[in-house]
């Protein structure tokens, strides 16, 4: 195998693994180095996404929400069973076996795409050489033209509470558990806190989230936010806000957390804890002496717009980088850079970055919240649209949230989309294109969206932008 590549890709991840792939398809030779190592010792591509993240949990919310459902609403549906039971463990291999195809097929694209996937450690040093240190132990220097550091985030540690692996676990331990736990306690309710947690609420674990912040999901429009939080209330998540945890320990009766909250200090006991305060930039090991490329004070790799660190050559894409923790984003620096590379035209369009919470009901939104908005100066004006007047929801039983559409009220320009309901996720795809080509709300609603479908509650809500929404009446 030959040691000099036109480009070496440090870390296979949703970020690493697409660069490496686009480098390949411009026709560049490409080696993409990855040390991740599964809890049996393996190794797989993939990342925290497939192998700890986006993919287990889905599988996870997938399984506990078909569950949750048919105990709530098969019912109504007049679909009777005779007793409704899960299996973890069922649940479990069904998710690693997901887990598996997803990040074997990573070798397979490799394989088609001609790149050569390298397990283990790299480190970038002086010059564009690359230290690879092979799972066992053997050492080898690479040289490539160009390097892209690709080396994501971790799970970020509370101080006064020591993960165990057994009882205090962070996310990617949260998804491992072999069994109910009857009390949890999830510390932070952000995206992934809530998705961790509704997984195990839905299979009965009595569930207390405890959130320093007094404002609940402060990133999303506040209308979502407070629909969100009826729903989750209504779940029996006990989202506890303004409450700051500072230690726990474990003892013979459970997990004492401590936290203060308005009223002072606190204890709660749970079985297991679950901490999800946010992940960092994980460069541990990355870069060797005189590389010249430069961190922030947060610890992320310094780059510019267009994913170049400080060292010429050298770029840096996904969780390492500053931006939103997110695969997609990952995937569209990735790609965006091997392009660059390849001297063709390379561009990620930061203000178009659709967010999903996959919770239900689903939360998802793009550009701006009515909020921000109004704080930049825009004049706006807002369309809603509840999915309990939209046929297809209520067919499907999926009758609660809406779509809100907030415009310029001015120039008519779409300037955020915020859904909570059935298939936010999915309709938000919408969304995200309308904004890519900068379209009014008008174009939206001169857009014909199939019926009965959940997409006419984005076009309802366009037209209700305007006064004009058929379905409803207009305020
Ligand atoms: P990573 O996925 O972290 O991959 C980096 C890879 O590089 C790892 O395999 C690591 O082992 C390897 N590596 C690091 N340093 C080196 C080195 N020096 N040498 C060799 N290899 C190295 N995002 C979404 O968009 N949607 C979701 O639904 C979603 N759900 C999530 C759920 C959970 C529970 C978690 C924890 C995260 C979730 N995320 C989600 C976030 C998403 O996983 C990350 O944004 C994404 O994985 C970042 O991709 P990345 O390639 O930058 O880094
Ligand atoms: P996210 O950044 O979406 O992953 O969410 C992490 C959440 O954890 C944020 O809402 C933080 O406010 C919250 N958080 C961070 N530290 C603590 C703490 N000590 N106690 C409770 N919540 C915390």
Same mark, same amino acid.
Request: glycine share 12%; proline share 3%.
């Given at each position: 195998?030959?040691?000099?590549f036109?480009v070496?890709?440090?870390g296979g991840?949703?970020a690493?693994?697409?660069a490496?792939i686009?480098?390949?398809?411009?026709?560049?030779?490409v080696?993409?180095?990855?040390?991740?190592k599964?809890?049996?010792?393996s190794s797989?591509?993939?990342?925290?996404c497939?192998?700890?993240?986006?993919?287990?949990?889905?599988a996870?919310?997938?399984?506990?929400?078909?569950y949750h459902r048919a105990l709530?609403?098969?019912?109504?549906?007049g679909?009777?069973?005779d007793?409704?039971?899960?299996d973890? !463990?069922?649940? *479990?291999k069904? @998710?690693?076996?997901i887990?598996?195809?997803?990040? +074997? #097929?990573i070798?397979t694209?490799?394989?088609g795409a001609?790149v050569?996937a390298?397990?283990g450690h790299?480190?970038?040093?002086a010059?564009?050489?690359?230290?690879f240190t092979g799972h066992?132990?053997?050492?080898r220097?690479l040289q490539?033209k160009?390097?892209?550091?690709?080396?994501g985030?971790?799970?970020?540690a509370?101080?006064?509470?020591?993960?165990?692996?057994?009882?205090i676990?962070d996310?990617w331990g949260?998804l491992e558990f072999?069994e109910?736990?009857?009390?949890l306690c999830?510390?932070?309710?952000g995206?992934i806190g809530l998705?961790?947690?509704?997984?195990w609420?839905r299979?009965g674990s009595e569930?207390?989230?405890?959130e320093?912040l007094?404002?609940?999901l402060p990133? !999303?429009?506040? *209308?979502?936010? @407070?629909?969100?939080?009826?729903h989750?209330?209504? +779940? #029996?998540l006990?989202?506890?806000?303004g409450?700051?945890?500072?230690s726990?320990t474990?003892?013979?009766?459970?997990v004492?957390?401590g936290y203060?909250d308005?009223k002072g200090a606190?204890?709660?006991?749970?079985?297991?804890?679950i901490?999800a305060i946010g992940?960092?930039?994980?460069t541990?090991?990355?870069l060797?002496?005189?590389?010249?490329?430069?961190?922030?004070?947060?610890?992320f790799v310094q780059v510019?717009?267009?994913?170049?660190?400080a060292a010429?050559?050298?770029w840096?894409?996904?969780?390492?980088?500053?931006?939103p923790?997110?695969a997609?984003k990952?995937k569209?620096?990735g790609?965006?850079v091997a392009?660059?590379?390849?001297g063709?035209?390379?561009?990620?369009?930061?203000?178009?970055?659709?967010?999903?919470i996959?919770?239900a009901p689903?939360i998802?939104?793009?550009g701006?919240t009515e909020?921000?908005?109004k704080a930049?100066?825009?004049s706006?004006?807002?369309?809603?649209?509840?999915?309990?007047?939209s046929?297809?929801?209520?067919a499907?039983e999926a009758?609660?949230?809406f779509?809100k559409?907030?415009?310029?009220?001015?120039t008519d320009?779409?300037?955020?989309?915020?859904?909570i309901g059935p298939?936010?996720?999915?309709?938000i795809?919408?969304a995200v294109?309308?904004?890519?080509?900068?379209a009014s709300s008008e174009?939206?609603?001169?857009?014909i969206?199939?019926h009965?479908?959940l997409?006419?509650?984005?076009?309802?809500?366009?037209?209700?932008?305007?006064?004009?929404?058929?379905d409803i009446p207009n305020r």
């Amino acid at each position: 195998m030959s040691d000099s590549f036109d480009v070496i890709v440090i870390g296979g991840g949703p970020a690493g693994y697409p660069a490496a792939i686009r480098a390949a398809q411009n026709k560049l030779s490409v080696a993409c180095i990855d040390e991740w190592k599964n809890r049996d010792g393996s190794s797989a591509f993939g990342g925290t996404c497939l192998n700890a993240g986006c993919i287990p949990s889905k599988a996870l919310l997938e399984s506990s929400e078909l569950y949750h459902r048919a105990l709530h609403e098969f019912a109504a549906h007049g679909v009777t069973l005779d007793g409704v039971g899960f299996d973890v !463990a069922a649940m *479990q291999k069904r @998710k690693g076996g997901i887990v598996r195809q997803m990040t +074997q #097929g990573i070798l397979t694209l490799f394989k088609g795409a001609g790149v050569t996937a390298l397990t283990g450690h790299g480190r970038l040093l002086a010059d564009k050489k690359v230290e690879f240190t092979g799972h066992d132990g053997a050492k080898r220097t690479l040289q490539a033209k160009h390097v892209v550091l690709a080396s994501g985030s971790e799970p970020m540690a509370l101080r006064g509470v020591a993960f165990d692996g057994e009882r205090i676990v962070d996310s990617w331990g949260a998804l491992e558990f072999g069994e109910v736990p009857k009390r949890l306690c999830v510390i932070g309710a952000g995206v992934i806190g809530l998705e961790l947690g509704s997984v195990w609420r839905r299979l009965g674990s009595e569930t207390v989230m405890l959130e320093a912040l007094e404002q609940f999901l402060p990133m !999303a429009d506040s *209308q979502l936010s @407070k629909e969100a939080a009826r729903h989750f209330k209504k +779940q #029996g998540l006990d989202i506890r806000l303004g409450a700051k945890v500072s230690s726990a320990t474990v003892k013979p009766d459970g997990v004492h957390v401590g936290y203060t909250d308005a009223k002072g200090a606190q204890t709660l006991v749970v079985d297991r804890l679950i901490v999800a305060i946010g992940r960092r930039p994980f460069t541990k090991d990355l870069l060797g002496d005189g590389t010249g490329v430069a961190l922030d004070e947060r610890g992320f790799v310094q780059v510019d717009e267009q994913c170049r660190t400080a060292a010429a050559d050298v770029w840096a894409v996904g969780d390492c980088v500053r931006g939103p923790m997110l695969a997609h984003k990952g995937k569209e620096e990735g790609v965006a850079v091997a392009d660059l590379i390849a001297g063709h035209y390379g561009h990620v369009n930061y203000k178009v970055i659709p967010s999903v919470i996959y919770t239900a009901p689903e939360i998802a939104w793009v550009g701006q919240t009515e909020e921000q908005a109004k704080a930049a100066g825009r004049s706006t004006k807002i369309g809603s649209f509840p999915f309990a007047a939209s046929g297809r929801a209520k067919a499907m039983e999926a009758g609660a949230g809406f779509c809100k559409v907030v415009a310029d009220a001015g120039t008519d320009e779409i300037l955020g989309i915020h859904i909570i309901g059935p298939m936010a996720g999915e309709l938000i795809a919408e969304a995200v294109l309308a904004m890519e080509y900068s379209a009014s709300s008008e174009d939206l609603q001169r857009t014909i969206h199939a019926h009965p479908t959940l997409s006419e509650a984005v076009h309802e809500a366009a037209l209700a932008a305007d006064k004009r929404a058929i379905d409803i009446p207009n305020r």
